[in-house]
């Protein structure tokens, strides 16, 4: 890579946690919006620092707050990210610490600071010089212990409520790199034929014998890298997620409706299992309801796409009933905080209140356009009992209607294993 090609990169990584962290924006949103800045050839190593960052971010604050007196502010503050890229490449990436801190200098002049060149190189030098007692003391504050792991005090709290035995391991989990689950379309291979295609191209991959569609890679790739990936052999789909279409057990013949369906992983699912059944996919996002055609397309499957709000119905659906329901509820996505680390530092605790009370009220207003002998799954990717258990246990307690088919299903984040992920399937009786 030339200079002018390294110093953009951290030059654009610091913008782009700027404008996650100063700004209240998604990363991946951020990232696509930057995406025409980055050559092809340094994308991957542009995620690599901008989801680092935000899943060891109490690490990297912590080492500037102690080395600086002040804290940069105003329209100098884009520099305090930028310490960020520089100090996170020399703890957590391959890249040597001269060329980490020399390039990240350099990206002080496209950040057009060139006057604080000085103070970011003394920081980052200063950090080397004094990086094992500094990670020591990070380590052995006691104050620190929230810090440590690496998650805002409010969602500790919740988690230590919810999982008294398994707080710790779900945090442990939140702050590994997301493991690369593969969904295999059993209509064009088994997993064990895939496999073996991943094999020639010298990817490693296992299977779960739980579902019938799962492969995890021992390394992720990327998709482009995926044998016959734009002809629809296979989708990229976390293990948690692909459940919710052989909970929901579709039919062939059956009018089935997917509501908040973006980016279209569990419509295509849907239609993969049962390739005749007639989908209604909508999504209050058109943007994002775009994905679900791209996703369609790219495996030669139909469904109706509409821009519709969980909240309206009868302004899309036109007074049909449906034999099936997937209700992917809008959620604080707290099971996939390893995917999306940004969502510890977007997220509030005030949040939770709003987002159960959307829950609930799309779940009442969907419930009349599920047949009666119809079968609803609610799902969320959050592992907060507010959005799930508690969410459903009322809505049964005020359907008479409604009745829990089963058990729950509360996945929560695992090494090597599934996203976090909840799952209620609900019969209409008359």
């Known amino acids: ?8 990169i951290r030059a654009i990584c ?13 990363l991946s949103a951020t990232l696509i919006t930057l995406n025409h800045k980055i050559a092809d050839k340094d994308k991957a190593l542009v995620q690599e620092i901008c989801f680092g960052v ?13 080395l600086m007196s002040k804290v940069l502010t105003g329209k100098n503050r884009i520099l305090h990210y930028l310490l960020l890229v520089g100090i996170y490449q020399t703890l957590y990436t391959r890249i040597p610490e001269h060329a980490a801190v020399g390039e990240t200098v350099n990206a002080v002049n496209t950040l057009k600071k060139t006057q604080l060149k000085g103070l970011i190189n003394g920081v980052l030098r200063e950090f080397l010089r004094q990086q094992t007692s500094l990670q020591q ?36 989990a939140n702050n590994q790199k997301p493991p690369m ?5 059993l209509n064009r291979y088994t ?5 073996q295609l991943l094999a020639e191209q010298q990817i490693e991959s296992d299977v779960l014998p739980e579902l019938p569609s799962a492969l995890r890679l021992l390394s992720p790739v990327n998709v482009t890298k995926l044998p016959y990936f734009d002809e629809g052999a296979v989708t990229v789909q976390d293990l ?19 509501m908040c369906a973006a980016p279209g992983g569990k419509t295509t699912h849907i239609l993969e299992v049962a390739p005749k059944a007639q989908v209604l996919a909508v999504d209050v996002d058109s943007s994002r309801a775009k994905r679900i ?19 309206t119905p009868e302004r899309w659906c036109e007074g049909q009933q449906f034999d099936r329901i997937l209700l992917d509820a809008p959620c604080s996505a707290t099971g996939v905080i390893r995917r999306h680390p940004d969502i510890k530092w977007l997220r509030r605790d005030s949040d939770i209140a709003q987002l159960t009370a959307l829950q609930y009220a799309i779940l009442n207003r969907i419930w009349p356009y599920l047949k009666t002998g119809g079968t609803l799954v609610y799902a969320t990717c959050s592992i907060l009992p507010d959005e799930n258990k508690l969410q459903i246990d009322r809505f049964l307690q005020e359907n008479t209607s409604a009745k829990l088919q089963g058990e729950f299903k509360q996945f929560l984040p695992t090494e090597n294993g599934g996203d976090g992920f909840f799952y209620a399937i609900l019969k209409k009786h008359s």
């Open 240 to 258: 948690s997620a692909q459940y919710a279409a052989y909970l929901l057990a579709p039919q062939n013949g059956e009018y089935i409706l997917d």
């Open 1 to 8: 890579m030339n200079n002018r090609s390294h110093q953009n």
């Open 14 to 26: 610091a913008q782009a946690i700027f404008n996650v962290l100063e700004e209240g924006q998604s």
């Open 54 to 66: 935000m899943r060891v971010l109490p690490e990297l604050n912590f080492y500037i707050h102690t």
């Open 137 to 172: 003391k990070f380590t052995q504050d006691s104050k620190q212990q929230n810090q440590q792991s690496l998650h805002p005090s409010w969602l500790l709290t919740r988690l230590k409520q919810a999982y008294p035995q398994q707080w710790q391991a779900i945090v442990n």
């Open 191 to 195: 997993v064990s034929e895939y496999q």
């Open 181 to 185: 689950w593969l969904r295999v379309n």
């Open 293 to 311: 055609h791209e996703n369609l397309t790219r495996l030669n499957l139909y469904a109706e796409v509409r821009v519709g709000d969980g909240l």
